[in-house]
C-alpha cells in the first residue's frame, strides 16, 4: 500500500483524524454527480471527455502508474473529480470545482480553481493561486510554492466549516475523534494559524475533558517546503515530537531528523536526475537501519525495491521485488522475494474499463507450503465497486468481503 502522507501527519493527534474524517474515500460512490457525467480512465479519455461540451462531470478514475497532465481551455463550466491513486496529476485547467479523492501526487498549475481535497498529497505551483480549498481532513499533505496563493482555506469536519478570522488567518473548529485508549468518542478543538500565503504556521490542539493541550509550531523556507516543527505540551513547555529537514535545489526532501522524545530517526533519501527516489535510509537511535533502493523504467515508474533491515552492519532481514506493467500503466504482476526463503507472487487483471476485477496472491513458504488467494470485484459504469470477494486456499467457496467483518 501506499505511504500515508506525513506533512501535516507529523502531530500524534492527526493519525486519528486521517482516518476519521475523510469527506471522501477510495469506495465513496461518485455516481450521484449532477449533470450528464462520464468516467475516464486515460490521457485520450479524458482529452475526449474536455472536448465535449454536453459533459458536464468527469470523473478521473485510473489505476495506471503513468502521469497525466490534465490541459483544457474548455472545462471551466465542468467538475472534476479525480480518483488516481497512483498517478501523478498535472492540472492546468479552470473547472467550475474540483474534488481531489486520491492520487500520487497532485499539481495545480492554474490559478482560479475551487480544491475540495482529503489526505492526497498536492501543490500549487509557483505563483497560482486557489479560490478556495476545502479540507476534509487535517492531515491533508499540501505544499504552496513560491509566489502562490490560497485565498480561502477552510476544513469542513461533520459537515460543518470552520471558522476563520481573515485578519489573523486563524482557523477554528470542533471535532468528535475516536479515542483508541478508552474506545469511545470525545470532544476536541483545534486553532490553526496560516501565513498570508494560507501554510499552517501554528497549530493547538486542546481536549476539554482531560485539559490536555499540545501546541505545534511549523517554520517553511521561501519554496514552500516544511523545515522544522515543534510539538509541545501547553502545561509545562515540555517538547513531544521535533522534526527537521533539508532540500535539494528541486526541492527534493533529502534529509529528516526526527525526536520522537524516547527515540530519534536521521533519515537520508537520494533521487536521480529525474527527481525520482533511488534510496531511503533510516537510521534508528537504537542502532537499526533500514534501507530502501528503487529503480525505474522510461517512464518513471517503479520496475524494482530493494530493502534491507540491519544491526551494526548485519542484515537481518530484506526483500526484493519486482513489478510490471501493461501498456496502459496498470501494474499486473508484483513478485516480492524475502531472505527468509518467503516469496509472494500477485497477478492482477483489469477490465475495458481499467477497473481491478479479478487477482491472484501465491504465497510460496520454505517448507514448500503454498497458498493461493483469489479477488474478484464488481463495478457501476462509473468505477464504483459494487462488490468483492475472495476465495480462500483450499477453499471452493468465494466469501463476500463485506460480510467478513474485522
Known sequence: MKKINRVLGLFCVLALMAALFTGLSRQEKVSAAEGNTVRVATQKELKKALKDSSVETIILRTN??????????????????????????????????????????????????????????????????????????????????????????????????????????????????????????????????????GRVTYLEYKEPSSKRSLKTDIEYDENGNILKTK?????????NLSYEYKYDNYNNRIYEYADHGYYTEEINTEYDSEGRRISYTSLHSDGNTSKSEYTYDSKGRKIKSVYTYSRENIILSGDTTTYTYNKKGYRTKVVTEHLDGYKGIEVDKYDSAGNYYYGIQDEYFEDGTVNRYKYKYVYDEYGDMLTGYILYPNSKEWLDMSELGD
Open 64 to 197: 495506471t502508474y503513468d502521469s497525466i497532465t490534465i490541459s483544457s481551455k474548455k472545462a471551466k463550466n465542468k467538475k472534476l473529480i479525480v480518483d488516481a491513486y497512483n498517478s501523478k496529476i498535472t492540472n492546468k485547467a479552470k473547472f467550475k470545482s474540483i474534488t481531489l479523492i486520491s492520487t500520487d501526487h497532485y499539481i495545480e498549475d492554474v490559478s482560479g480553481n475551487t480544491i475540495t481535497a482529503q489526505t492526497t498529497a498536492f501543490e500549487i505551483a509557483e505563483n497560482r493561486t486557489v479560490k478556495k480549498l476545502i479540507l476534509n481532513c487535517l492531515g491533508t499533505d499540501y505544499v504552496v510554492r513560491k509566489g502562490a496563493l490560497i485565498k480561502n482555506l477552510v476544513y469542513r469536519f461533520g459537515g460543518k466549516n470552520s471558522s476563520y478570522d481573515k485578519s489573523s488567518h486563524t482557523l477554528k473548529f470542533k471535532a468528535n475523534v475516536f479515542d483508541y485508549e478508552t474506545f469511545d468518542y470525545k470532544e476536541v478543538s483545534y486553532k490553526l494559524v496560516t501565513d498570508e500565503a
Open 231 to 239: 510539538e509541545v505540551y501547553a502545561d509545562n513547555g515540555k517538547v
